[in-house]
C-alpha cells in the first residue's frame, strides 16, 4: 500500500525533459491542500525556471550541481506578508513578527513542500531537498527579493531522473520510534542500531575516502562541524532579524 | 493522479476503532523513507496511546477534544540527542547544540510527519494537526520526558474518521506562487485573493459568531493574537534554551 512512499529516492541528476506548467500548476495545488495553521496558509513557495536566478541561487546553495540541472527549482518560504497586508487591509492589527509565528509558519511550509514532494515523485519526477537554504538564508531573500515576515525554509530542486539511484538505507525504525515516553539510549543500544550501517561497504567506503576513523567523525569534522553549524546559526538569527521574525 | 491529495480533509472526530499495531509500524517505516538531512535522521516520535499519558499532553494543546478522543498521539521531535549520544562513542566531537541544527532537525521531523499523514490517510485513517505543540514544547517535554536536544515540534492525533466533513477551502493557488522571484502584492490583489473566501457563508457565520467585523480580525483579535504570539515566542525559546538548541 505504501509503496509509493517506500520505495522512492532521492534524485541528484535529472535529465534535460522540462515540466509541463500544467503540471506544475497541479502539484502546488495538491500540496496547498495539505494541513497548515488556522487554514491561513502561512507559507509561499518560489518557482524558479530561469537559468540566471539559477545561477544567482547557486552559491547560497554551494553550487550543488542539481540546483543548475533541475528544470525547477522551488524555494518554500514561511511567509506572514500576505497575512500582514490582508490584515491592515482589514482593520485587523496583525500581531505575527514574532518567533511563534515564524515556527508556524515554518511548519506550514515545510508540510506543503513534503507534500509537493510527494505530489511529484507520483507523477513520475524526483527530487532533491537542499539542506543550504537555512545556512545562506540572507543570499536567498536578497536574490529573490522576498518581502519582510517571508524567509525561506528549504528548497526543492524537481526534473525528470536522468539517474536513478539504489534506495538509501535507514537506520532500524526504533532509532526514531518512542513508545509512550522518551526511552533514553544505553551504549549497548546505540551500537546496536547503528551496527548495520556502520558495517554496509558503502559506509566504509565513504569514511576511507574522508580519511576518518568512524562514520561519525565524517558527521563531526567534515560534513556537519560545530564551527559551521555555530557561524550558519548565528547567520539565520540575523536573518530572522533581518525579515522582521525576532525583534 | 493526486486525488489522494486533494481530496483529502483533517479529521477531527475518531470512532472507537483501534490502530492496528502492524500497521502503525509500515506508517512510521513509510515515514522514515522521506528524505532527512545527511541521512542523519534528526528526528523522533513518541508514540502515545495510554490514556493518563494523553490526559497529561491534553493541557499543553489546550484540551483540545481530538487528542483524547484519537487512539494514537504522535508528536513529532526534533532530535539530535541519539546522533549525539552516537558521536560520543566514537570519538567524534558532536557540534549540534546551536540553533541551526535545531532547524535542520526540525525541518527532518516536519517532512517524517507529513509523509506519515499522507501513508495514514492513505490506509482510510484520518489525522489532525496540533499547532499548539511550540506553545506548551515545555511541558510536553516534561510529560515525554524528552532529554536534551529533543524538542517537540508538531504533533498528529491518529484514528479512523467517526466525522467526515466537508474539504476545507483552500485560497488561489496566486496567493503562495511567485514565479521567478516573489512578486509583492497590492491592495486590489490581496482584495482579488481574498474575495472568494471572505464571502463564502461559512466564513460570514464564523465573523458574526466571534463578534467581529471581519474575518482578519477573528484571526488578530481571537485566534492568534500578538499578545499570545509574543508570549508563546518567548516560552519557546526559552525551552529551545533549556532543551541545549540555543546557548
Redesign the interface.
Known amino acids: ?2 509503496e509509493f ?2 520505495q ?1 529516492r ?1 534524485i541528484r541528476n535529472y535529465s534535460k525533459q522540462t515540466i509541463d506548467t500544467k503540471l506544475l ?11 497548515n ?5 502561512a ?8 537559468e540566471d ?1 539559477k545561477k544567482q541561487l547557486s552559491p547560497a546553495h554551494f553550487n550543488q550541481p542539481m540546483l543548475m540541472q533541475a528544470p525547477v527549482v522551488l524555494t518554500f518560504c514561511a ?1 506572514f ?3 500582514t ?3 491592515k ?8 513578527a ?4 515564524f ?2 509558519a ?2 506550514d511550509a ?6 509537493v ?3 511529484a515523485e ?2 513520475g519526477l524526483g ?3 537542499l ?1 543550504t537554504t ?2 545562506n538564508a540572507q543570499e536567498i531573500i536578497d ?5 519582510q515576515l ?1 524567509v525561506p ?2 528548497t526543492l530542486t524537481l526534473g525528470y531522473p536522468e539517474i536513478t539511484p539504489a ?5 532500524p ?1 526504533a ?8 526511552k ?2 544505553t ?1 549497548e543500544t ?2 546496536a ?2 551496527l548495520e550501517k556502520e558495517e554496509l561497504d558503502f559506509y566504509k567506503k565513504f569514511v576511507a575516502d574522508n580519511n576518518k ?5 565524517v ?3 567534515v ?8 557561524f ?2 548565528e547567520k ?2 540575523k536573518a530572522l532579524e533581518q525579515q522582521g521574525f525576532i525583534q
Not at 495553521?37 to 496558509?41: I, P, R, S
Not at 507559507?43 to 524558479?48: H, K, Q
Not at 576513523?213 to 567523525?217: C, H, K, N, R, Y
Open positions: 500500500m505504501f512512499l517506500t522512492r532521492t500548476q497541479q502539484i502546488l495545488e495538491a500540496g496547498a491542500q495539505s494541513s495553521t488556522g487554514n491561513m496558509q507559507y509561499s513557495v518560489v518557482v524558479t525556471t530561469d536566478l511567509d506578508n500576505r497575512i497586508q490582508w490584515c487591509q482589514r482593520n485587523a492589527e496583525p500581531g505575527y514574532n518567533f511563534q509565528s515556527m508556524a515554518a511548519v515545510i508540510i506543503f513542500a513534503q507534500t514532494a510527494i505530489a507520483t507523477a527530487i532533491c531537498y539542506g537555512t545556512y536574490t529573490l527579493q522576498l518581502p517571508v525554509v528549504t534506495i538509501t538505507d535507514r537506520l525504525l532509532s526514531v520510534v518512542h513508545f509512550e515516553t522518551y533514553d539510549f551504549p546505540i551500537d542500531l547503528y576513523e568512524t562514520l561519525a567523525q558527521f563531526t569534522d560534513r556537519y562541524t560545530k564551527k559551521n553549524n555555530e550558519f546559526s539565520f538569527y
